[in-house]
């Protein structure tokens, strides 16, 4: 199945010169949704994972159906404020500021095999966020699947420079 076309694109979106991907047409497709569950399960079998990392806020959907076909636990990962109970924090660059993310402390354990997840994959610093809050709690992290990458943006390099494994199932040329 050709995923493109399900993935619509917005001009201009959220700046002048930016083609925005937008997938939650592909979200709203059923069957596209569900190939793509079953390419990124497909594609992790037999990695032992015993979590996946979800990155808020697409990253929610798509690891949450991937954890549940996957028989696994879901970790969301969260802006700033947004869990109720203890957390740990990382920060990251943003191209105009710095921004945070949070895990619960209890999320995960040390040596549990985690997957992240993410809807697209730009410069890698929301990941790359990611990556290091689950170093912090000592997970194995087993790599970072996307369904949309923009390699002219830098952050596959990013993040194998981090030693992250990267997936990605449909690449965009452009911004």
């Known amino acids: ?79 700033l404020g947004k869990l ?11 191209e105009y500021g710095e921004d945070s993310l949070e895990i619960h402390q209890d999320a995960v354990e040390a040596g549990e095999k985690v997957l992240i997840i993410d809807d697209l994959l730009a410069t890698g610093g929301t990941v790359g966020a990611a990556a290091k809050l689950l170093h912090h709690v000592k997970a194995d992290l087993v790599g970072a699947a996307f369904v949309v990458e923009l390699p002219e943006l830098g952050g596959r390099e990013h993040l194998t420079s981090m030693g992250i494994d990267v997936l990605s199932l449909i690449e965009f040329e452009g911004h």
């Open 84 to 94: 109720p109970a203890e957390t740990y924090k990382q920060s990251y660059k943003l």
């Open 1 to 79: 199945m050709d995923l493109k076309p399900t993935i619509r694109a917005i001009a201009d979106y959220p700046k002048p010169g930016i083609i925005f991907r937008d997938v939650t047409t592909l979200m709203g497709d059923p069957k596209a949704f569900a190939h793509v569950v079953t390419l990124l399960a497909e594609a992790h079998k037999g990695q032992d994972i015993q979590k996946i990392a979800g990155i808020e806020a697409r990253g929610f959907v798509f690891g949450a159906a991937l954890a549940d076909r996957l028989g696994l636990g879901f970790i969301p990962v969260r802006k």
